[in-house]
Each structure stands twice: as C-alpha cells, then as structure tokens.
C-alpha cells in the first residue's frame, strides 16, 4: 500500500516560529537572523511597513512612520524578504491609535510590484483601533474591517495580491497545547466573501504576559517537544522576539544584548539537536503552512502500468509545482514483498515529472519530492 507521510522523511513531528514584530529594533533583528543561523534553525519573521510608535516604541519599518517615503532600512529589508527571512505582514503597522487606510496597502503592494516581493502570512495587531485586521464571518468582539468592502480600512483584496494565503485573526486562533490535535488549518469566509486559511498558534503561559523573550524557554518546554514528537503533531510557536519583557507597570522591554537569556539559549541548542537529529522538522511558517495545506488535500492515484504517482490537489488557487516540495509516500515493505510491481518510477503532476529522493528503511521505502523553494 501506497500513503502520503503526515510528515516529510524522516521527521516524526514538525514546528515553527511565528514572531510579531513588536518593538523589535533593527539592531536585534539582525543578531536574532544571525543567532539563528548560528544553530542552522529556519526561521522567517514578521514586519510592519508602517510604524506609529504609538504603543510600539522603537520598532523598525519599510517607511518612514507612515509617510511611504522608504526607510534608511528598506533595502536591506527587501534583501530579507527575497532571502525569505520575512514571510509576514503584521497588519501592515502598529495603527494602535487608528489612522489605517486603503492607502497604505496600496503603497505596499506598489512597492511589492516594482521589487517583486511577496507574502505567505497575514497576522492581526494590538488595539481594536486597527481596523485593518483582518477576521472572518462569526468572528466575536472584534472590530475588524480589513475584509469589509464598504470601510476605508478595506484591503484584503490587495494583500491577497501580494500573495498572501494564510492569515491568523486573533487569541481566537490558539492551540490548547502545543500537542493537542487541534487542526492547525481551518477555512474561514472572510467578510468579502473569499475563503480564507486561517492557521492556530500555540501561546501558553496562562494568566501571564504574552509570550517573549524572558520566558520564552518557559512557553517553549522541552517535555512539550517531546511530547509533539511522540504524537507525531505540529506547532507553530507564537512569539514576541523583539520584546525582552514587560515591565511591572505595563510597558515594555525592546530585547537587547545578548537578545536570549542563558534558559533560551539553551531552549534553542535543544530545539537545534531535535532539528538536526531529524527526529523534529523546523520550517519557516509560510511553507510548513503550505507543506500541511498541500498534503491535506491532496489526492494520488498509482498507475500500475506506468508505475507513476499521479498527484490531484484540490481547494488550493494558483498552485505551484513547489508546493510539493517535501511531500513523501511511504511504501510498506510487507505491502511490496507481494505486490513487486510496486515501486514507482515517476511522479507527475499535470504531465510534470517531479524529482524526487528514495529512501530505505528496515521496514518502509520513502519517496521524497524534493523541488527546492
């Protein structure tokens, strides 16, 4: 028998890292890429193009607050995106004292355009006065208009242009425990009528501060990961990596030098040897969203005569040959002792050929499709 892994060969469970970009200062973004190419862990960040500084004080943007004259960063920033070290825009901005127009996302996806840039992640932000998040139909409590049509915050439209197919609304889309079996996909109406993906993250630390530096080893338990491994599950971690902590009075710590305390540090060198012992796949989270959302729904037949895997995938607009990548189909070695004519030749999706990896163990054969991004 022929069946599509839950995840790619070998790893038994998967993770991500899905950071705001709160109060993250240039500075500590870039010891934050290199701290984690240090350990050789995927990680993609989030960004605002616009920042007020309302309540965000000292976060980095495209543009100059929200002028849309481009920021001394910006073309470093573009550098990131194309690298794909930012998959995410967190709703565009820190509108935390409203403002949010049409407008803006218009300057964003100009620049988009002219650049070439794209977006896997929609995330929501902050205070109710940011109107440009974005919810969905039955949604609760919550004053979002960037999907309503006749509001002046309306741009879903245009983010979905730059490329956007993910979005998270709010605490409304959190996982109970890093383990549990909550999907982390759901299809959503959104209030202009289109479906939209939205993904669950996993918070932790009830009763406190929402997750960031100072307790990160504390959201991120190594018995939880052990625990994700053993039933084969996935968890995208929500995180806050440019806040140190926040204070007894309410404000906030933008992180500083050494940008981890010693628990972190030691939380990511045992993240590092789970990831690099293959037992747990760390991926960016715009494509291990993409990984789960391809897998979940696609459909193969095998075609004995030609011993090719045909792949079928439905719901997913505009797919792309390098949504594959990393999908794997393992073959019981029982299944093939009586069935020798078994062991596909090819792979094909749409009359393409796919490359793909063979691997052998004791007791299965695993094919990799492997495409690269």
């Given amino acids: 028998m022929i069946k599509?892994?839950?995840?790619?060969?070998?790893?038994?469970?998967?993770?991500?890292l899905s950071s705001d970009v709160e109060f993250m200062t240039w500075k500590a973004q870039l010891e934050i890429f290199k701290i984690f190419e240090k350990y050789r862990i995927p990680v993609a960040h989030s960004l605002f193009f616009f920042a007020t500084n309302f309540l965000c004080h000292s976060t980095f943007s495209y543009f100059l607050g929200t002028s849309g004259k481009l920021s001394h960063e910006a073309?470093?920033?573009?550098?990131?995106?194309?690298a794909g070290l930012f998959d995410t825009i967190h709703a565009y901005g820190d509108f935390d004292g409203g403002g949010f127009t049409r407008k803006h996302a218009e300057l964003v996806y100009d620049e988009c355009v002219k650049h070439n840039l794209s977006f896997d992640i929609f995330t929501s932000h902050g205070s109710d006065l940011n109107s440009q998040n974005i919810g969905y139909v039955g949604l609760?409590?919550?004053?979002?208009?960037?999907?309503?049509?006749?509001?002046?915050?309306?741009h879903a439209d245009i983010t979905r242009k730059i490329g956007v197919r993910y979005f998270w609304p709010n605490s409304s889309a959190l996982m109970p425990k890093?383990?549990?079996?909550?999907?982390?996909?759901?299809?959503?109406?959104?209030?202009?009528?289109?479906?939209?993906?939205?993904?669950?993250?996993?918070?932790g630390l009830v009763g406190k501060a929402a997750p960031n530096?100072?307790?990160?080893?504390?959201?991120?338990?190594?018995?939880?990961l052990l625990k994700l491994i053993k039933v084969q599950g996935t968890c995208i971690y929500y995180q806050h990596l440019g806040v140190w902590e926040k204070r007894q009075d309410g404000s906030f710590e933008e992180n500083r030098p050494p940008y981890f305390t010693k628990e972190g540090f030691e939380r990511i060198e045992q993240i590092a040897d789970l990831y690099h012992s293959k037992d747990l796949w760390i991926e960016?989270?715009?494509?291990?969203?993409?990984?789960?959302?391809?897998?979940?729904?696609?459909?193969?037949?095998?075609?004995?005569?030609?011993?090719?895997i045909n792949l079928n995938v439905s719901n997913i607009p505009d797919i792309k040959y390098q949504h594959f990548n990393n999908i794997t189909f393992v073959i019981d070695k029982i299944f093939k002792i009586f069935n020798s004519n078994i062991i596909p030749q090819a792979i094909n999706w749409q009359g393409r050929d796919l490359p793909f990896e063979v691997?052998?163990?004791?007791r299965y054969t695993y094919l990799k499709i492997k495409i690269g991004n």
């Fill in 140 to 154: 609760q409590n919550a004053p979002y208009h960037g999907d309503d049509v006749n509001h002046e915050s309306y």
């Fill in 284 to 308: 960016t989270t715009g494509k291990l969203l993409r990984y789960t959302e391809t897998r979940d729904n696609l459909s193969f037949f095998y075609d004995k005569n030609t011993k090719t």
């Fill in 213 to 224: 530096i100072s307790t990160f080893a504390e959201q991120i338990e190594f018995n939880d």
């Fill in 359 to 362: 691997f052998d163990t004791y």
């Fill in 75 to 82: 073309p470093e920033i573009r550098d990131k995106i194309k």
């Fill in 178 to 203: 890093p383990y549990s079996k909550t999907p982390i996909l759901e299809l959503r109406k959104s209030a202009d009528g289109v479906d939209h993906v939205i993904f669950n993250r996993y918070r």
């Fill in 4 to 16: 599509i892994s839950k995840h790619p060969f070998p790893y038994k469970a998967a993770m991500s």
